[in-house]
T-cell receptor, first 113, second 117 residues
């Protein structure tokens, strides 16, 4: 079945450093979504990418969708302590599994002040 | 109102108990989901309801029984759980379930943290 791999599993940075998490799917994705889960919280939708090669920005966050629509990345510029949490990518499962999102394992980001 | 609510926030139950988790959304969403999440792991899909009908059951043990009384409510009935079922149970909703081509963001509730003794 479809697999979505995400690296790194953990990332520790000093405040002000940049951060990137990468997501790779075993199959071509029609779109990819990114979620953030704060410690003790629940996943919150950040963005959806649909087009091949798409790049979207949200303030210090930059999201990319690969040309082959099998990989994606999230880059945070100049991290802040508010960026702490787990970042998940998620893609729709194929076939008849409409409604199913396949989540990556997540990258746990800690930011040291 | 862009919120998904879940009750209770915390639940401790014994292996012989019967309890229910509740989820509610008033965004007019027609797809609702139950997920199970263990610490430091991604959410794991359990069930999907679309237009109040069960559309996906991810081979979940029968001790978990979902119910969708109406388009705004989703319940998860629990019976004879095992300690390994202890986890955060998340409810989510999205505008619609279908169509890979135009996937809809999922709104998650705060979850119920379940402990089975």
């Amino acid at each position: 079945g479809q697999q979505v791999m995400q690296i790194p599993q953990y990332q520790h940075v000093q405040e002000g450093e940049d951060f990137t998490t990468y997501c790779n799917s075993s199959t071509t994705l029609s779109n990819i979504q990114w979620y953030k889960q704060r410690p003790g919280g629940h996943p919150v939708f950040l963005i959806q990418l649909v087009k091949s090669g798409e790049v979207k920005k949200q303030k210090r966050l930059t999201f990319q969708f690969g040309e082959a629509k099998k990989n994606s990345s999230l880059h945070i510029t100049a991290t802040q302590t508010t960026d702490v949490g787990t970042y998940f990518c998620a893609g729709p499962a194929g076939g008849t599994s409409y409604g199913k999102l396949t989540f990556g394992q997540g990258t746990i980001l800690t930011v040291h002040p | 109102d862009t919120e998904v609510t879940q009750t209770p926030k915390h639940l401790v139950m014994g292996m012989t108990n019967k309890k229910s988790l509740k989820c509610e959304q008033h965004m007019g969403h027609r797809a609702m989901y139950w997920y199970k999440q263990k610490a430091k792991k991604p959410p794991e899909l359990m069930f999907v309801y679309s237009y109040e009908k069960l559309s996906i059951n991810e081979s979940v043990p029968s001790r978990f029984s979902p119910e969708c009384p109406n388009s705004s409510l989703l319940n998860l009935h629990l019976h004879a759980l095992q300690p390994e079922d202890s986890a955060l149970y998340l409810c989510a909703s999205s505008q619609d379930r279908v169509r890979q081509e135009s996937y809809n963001e999922q709104f998650f509730g705060p979850g119920t943290r379940l402990t089975v003794l």
